[in-house]
């Protein structure tokens, strides 16, 4: 298996506009997780699912973000409109039992 | 008050000496316990799980105090290469993971 995979690596985008950070899980977890780390906060959970039903959501900053699991193997996380305190490493995370395994992480930039 | 807090360091040791590293919870009712590693501009990684009987991976060992809620690392030998953030890790029923803020460390030559 590949591992969890994320896409884009890096993404630079003018404020306002929609943003959208893609997430494949590693076939047969059944938890996804996404977190957003800043030097200022450190890492933050913001939502997870299992079984592809969104759990806990209270994470998420506000509306502008929202997220979506159509599927046992894709997630995405969407910021909408974009504002440059939104700049982050976002990282998706999925688990099978306890642990969990984490992507390589988008570098977001909003300028 | 944070559910899972560490100091966050910075350790500068030289090679060879061994370091703790100290975590508390909150959550009272938490049931998995992790230590993971992150390089700088990576993502974090399992390092190793925290039970309560304590266990050993090499020169890494981890404790668990449940009545104290309290999780430690410590790293005998250090390497150079152990220079990283060490993030404590508390998993509640249900699966939400909380991750603390992390600890740095530099092992100096």
């Known amino acids: 298996d590949a591992g969890v995979i994320q896409s884009p690596r890096h993404e630079v985008t003018e404020m306002g506009q929609e943003v959208t950070l893609r997430c494949k899980p590693i076939?047969?977890?059944?938890?996804l997780f996404w977190y957003r780390q800043t030097m200022m906060r450190g890492l933050e959970l913001l939502i997870y699912f299992n079984n592809n039903v969104p759990i806990d959501d209270s994470g998420m900053p506000e509306d502008r973000f929202s997220a979506k699991m159509p599927n046992a193997s894709f997630s995405t996380l969407k910021i909408q409109p974009s504002e440059p305190r939104d700049s982050a490493v976002y990282f998706c995370?999925?688990?099978?039992?306890?642990?969990?395994?984490f992507g390589q992480g988008t570098r977001l930039t909003v300028v | 008050r944070k559910e899972v807090e560490q100091d966050p360091g910075p350790f500068n040791v030289p090679e060879g000496a061994t370091v703790a590293f100290n975590c508390t919870y909150s959550?009272?009712?938490?049931?998995?316990f992790f230590w993971y590693r992150q390089d700088c501009r990576k993502e974090p990684k399992l390092l190793m799980s925290v039970y309560s009987s304590g266990n050993e991976d090499g020169r890494f060992t981890a404790q668990l105090n449940r009545a104290s809620q309290y999780i430690s690392l410590l790293i005998r030998d250090s390497k150079l290469s152990d220079s990283a953030t060490y993030l404590c890790v508390v998993r509640a029923a249900g699966g939400k993971s909380t991750f603390g803020d992390g600890t740095t460390l530099t092992v100096k030559p």
């Open positions: 959550n009272s009712a938490s049931q998995s």
């Open positions: 995370a999925s688990s099978f039992g306890q642990m969990s395994i």
């Open positions: 076939s047969g977890h059944d938890y």
